[in-house]
């Protein structure tokens, strides 16, 4: 039979859909997007429009593919089952039990009785999986967490994920060997809250140092990291290890300790700030992107204009804009103050002005350097990622996974454009 998954939401989802992928391959089913007997949607509840998006494409493929096996899991599904219950979905899971898809799948082709299932409790082990190969990616994700136990104000994902909870210290090391010996050089390390992980006696720290050992593995990289989890262990690592990527994305979400405080965030700009330093004096070049939340409760037009001038202070690389959505469920939800739509739209349409503006800055300072370039498409034209994490053109076909070191010789139309010096691997 055939099969396809629709993935949306983050690199976590994308390694859990990966996982789901290769464990129906292994069972003989064959991937194809255009004539599918199955189809999984893996869907997203981290904003009201990442819902929203989810139950579109669930009606979206229950309408155009009628006949076809429909499952349905995710936070989106764990968040808020009613609308999907309501379509008829034959496999309606939440964020347990995607490692039994295809027990669930062939229980119910010989049944035919449709299967639902929610923990209901953030109490839960990890659940055991792991990949051997991203057949689609270049470089590999490896979720080695799952749950957030921090419960900001805005957020709903602690009640869909559960509680924190990691993957066992010598199962990621293995994972690691197994991606690194198919071909991949770089892994992501992923999850809820990353940061937090501890396994067997041994933090992040300790995990990216053992997995430095692996030969072939040539660049580690983090998806997301809270400030208050960059230690000195951790910036003592940085330091010494030329594996860990030039790149950081830590999330400041609002640039006032007022909003901040409202947000239950734990720490304050002017601690944000000192992190932030001394990681630059570690790594003077390292690109640090971040998460930024527009129109919160309370949030004035002082207050975002604070948290603009913060934002350009800090000469983030990147900043990833979200207007405040209200979730359900959330202390922000009851909070008063609420702004008005127009107006987070507006503060949006500023916040990504700027993001852009130091985006170019940033990236124009390698403008003349030469810079190893891990190759991701190939074609007439290849586009790779550097080790700080910008985006680099070639008017050549290089070939996938390959890292090449590249002259940068301009910044255009939000890309670097480099030329061939020549190929390492």
């Known amino acids: 039979m055939k099969f396809q998954i629709y993935t949306l939401g983050c690199k976590v989802n994308t390694y859990e859909s990966e996982m789901m992928k290769e464990k129906m391959l292994a069972s003989g089913y064959v991937y194809d997007e255009e004539n599918p007997d199955i189809i999984i949607v893996n869907t997203c509840s981290v904003t009201n429009m990442a819902d929203h998006k989810s139950q579109k494409m669930v009606r979206h493929f229950k309408r155009n593919n009628p006949q076809a096996l429909l499952v349905v899991c995710g936070c989106s599904s764990e968040n808020d089952p009613k609308p999907y219950e309501e379509l008829g979905i034959d496999i309606l899971l939440g964020n347990n039990k995607k490692s039994e898809i295809v027990s669930l799948i062939e229980q119910y ?28 990616h270049t470089r590999a994700f490896v979720k080695i967490e799952d749950g957030c136990d921090n419960f900001c104000s805005y957020c709903v994902i602690p009640l869909v994920r559960g509680s924190i909870r990691h993957k066992d210290f010598d199962i990621v090391v293995e994972e690691v060997k197994t991606l690194v010996l198919h071909g991949h050089q770089e892994i992501v390390f992923t999850g809820i809250h990353t940061g937090s992980y501890y396994s067997n006696g041994h933090d992040l ?221």
């Open 205 to 425: 720290t300790d995990l990216i140092h053992e997995v430095s050992q692996i030969d072939g593995l040539k660049y580690i990289r983090i998806s997301s990291i809270e400030m208050t989890e960059l230690d000195d262990k951790f910036l003592n690592e940085l330091r010494d290890n030329p594996k860990i990527c030039n790149h950081l994305h830590i999330p400041l979400q609002a640039g006032t300790d007022e909003i901040l405080k409202r947000m239950n965030r734990k720490y304050s700009v002017f601690e944000f700030k000192r992190k932030i330093a001394k990681i630059r004096d570690i790594r003077p070049d390292i690109s640090i992107s971040t998460d930024i939340i527009v129109g919160f409760p309370g949030e004035t037009n002082e207050l975002f204009e604070q948290t603009l001038m913060v934002a350009r202070e800090l000469q983030f690389s990147k900043i990833h804009v979200f207007p405040y959505s209200v979730r359900k469920n959330t202390k922000a939800a009851l909070m008063d103050n609420q702004v008005d739509e127009k107006e987070k739209h507006e503060r949006s349409k500023r916040l990504v002005a700027l993001s852009k503006e130091l985006e170019e800055e940033y990236a124009k300072r390698f403008i003349g350097q030469t810079l190893d370039v891990l190759i991701e498409k190939n074609g007439k034209e290849s586009i790779g990622t550097t080790f700080n994490y910008l985006k680099v053109r070639i008017m050549e076909d290089i070939g996938k996974n390959k890292i090449v070191q590249l002259k940068i010789i301009r910044y255009e139309k939000s890309i670097l454009i480099g030329e061939r010096i020549t190929c390492k691997v």
């Open 109 to 136: 082709i010989k049944t035919h009785e449709p299967y639902t299932y929610f923990a209901g409790t953030r109490k839960l082990p990890f659940e055991d999986m792991q990949i051997a190969q991203f057949k689609t």
